[in-house]
């Protein structure tokens, strides 16, 4: 058998490699139409909670301009700084993450608020993009729970001036609908710039109007689809915000929705807030109850602001708290 020349066999090894590696960017960069999606792919990250499907949908990569002008106390600042600098965090704007929880059991398909809706743009809107990349379609959705009516959370569930999922029941709870439909919705402990409110609050009650046709009231301690879902109010950062405990077998996973907008300051001091709530005094109750008791109970949490795909637990430490991710697990 003749043995190849030196020469020949590199050549030959080189040219199949640059074969097998044109083809591996191929595969990561399969061509599409050019106005699918032009601007990124879709973040999606699957796990499971005991038995049950589930992912965490990125709707968008924000960065909130003001920094920690937007957090209270001022006095506080020096502290923040101070944190922010010890874990090596970039002073001026604050991430802001957006993570839609999906969760899939036999027939049902439920969402945790929607993402910001409306069409994809460069940095946000990518939820309807995450759901249809794992083969979810709208019709397929058959719940949808809104933790409260900012538009990051319900807005998606909305497309068109119609229910983006016309199949699924809207969840909320009830001081949700009477804050923004009272006459005048009381924003005077807010932080918040007023500017934007009349038409946050137009908004919100359009928004509500077309789901009302799918809209189910809950009650704090309500608990659906068999014990799957436990909805647990927590006030504060809106009236009627909401919290969802998810239940399977031994597991669960505690959804902390707008308890927390970043993931150094709201642990490292429960006190601290940020001018989104309309309620800072309220919200700091509320953070502090649930922080003490997924603490105590080390339960599995997941964040709606936190650094994506926002699965993690809460550790005591020091004076406060420290909001430790769960390290990445490949799906087998
Ligand atoms: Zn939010």
């Not at 968008?60 to 600042?77: F, I, Q």
């Not at 945790?112 to 759901?131: E, S, T, Y």
């Not at 809207?170 to 009381?186: C, K, Q, T």
Request: hydrophobic letters at 40%; glycine letters at 8%.
């Amino acid at each position: 058998m003749p043995v190849p020349d030196r020469r020949t066999f590199i050549g030959t090894s080189l040219a199949g490699l640059a074969a097998s590696f044109s083809q591996n960017a191929a595969a990561a960069n399969p061509p599409g139409p050019p106005d699918a999606s032009p601007f990124r792919s879709p973040f999606v990250y699957p796990f499971l909670i005991g038995e049950v499907e589930a992912w965490s949908i990125s709707d968008a990569n924000l960065m909130l301009g003001e920094g920690l002008d937007l957090m209270w106390p001022r006095e506080a600042h020096p502290e923040m700084r101070e944190v922010m600098g010890n874990h090596g965090e970039p002073e001026g704007a604050l991430p802001l993450y957006v993570n839609v929880l999906v969760l899939r059991k036999d027939k049902e398909v439920i969402l945790f608020d929607a993402g910001f809706g409306g069409p994809v743009r460069p940095r946000l809107g990518w939820f309807a993009d995450g759901l249809k990349s794992i083969g979810i379609a709208p019709d397929d959705v058959t719940a949808g729970f809104l933790s409260h009516a900012h538009s990051d959370h319900l807005n998606g569930f909305v497309a068109d001036g119609k229910p983006a999922f016309p199949n699924a029941a809207f969840h909320v709870l009830p001081d949700e609908l009477a804050f923004w439909r009272a006459n005048e919705p009381d924003f005077s402990k807010s932080k918040r710039a007023k500017g934007p409110l009349p038409k946050m609050i137009a908004d919100a009650r359009k928004y509500f109007d077309i789901l009302e046709p799918n809209t189910e009231t809950l009650k704090d301690g309500d608990q659906l689809f068999g014990g799957l879902v436990t909805v647990h109010a927590a006030p504060g950062h809106t009236a009627g915000h909401a919290c969802f405990r998810i239940t399977s077998g031994d597991d669960e996973l505690l959804h902390l929705m707008d308890l927390a907008h970043h993931h150094l300051l709201m642990f490292a001091d429960p006190n601290w807030t940020i001018a989104f709530d309309h309620d800072p005094e309220q919200s700091v109750v509320t953070r502090k109850k649930f922080w003490a008791e997924a603490a105590a109970k080390r339960t599995r949490c997941f964040g709606f602001h936190l650094p994506w795909p926002g699965i993690g637990h809460i550790l005591p430490e020091a004076n406060g708290y420290r909001w430790w991710p769960e390290a990445w697990r490949w799906q087998q």
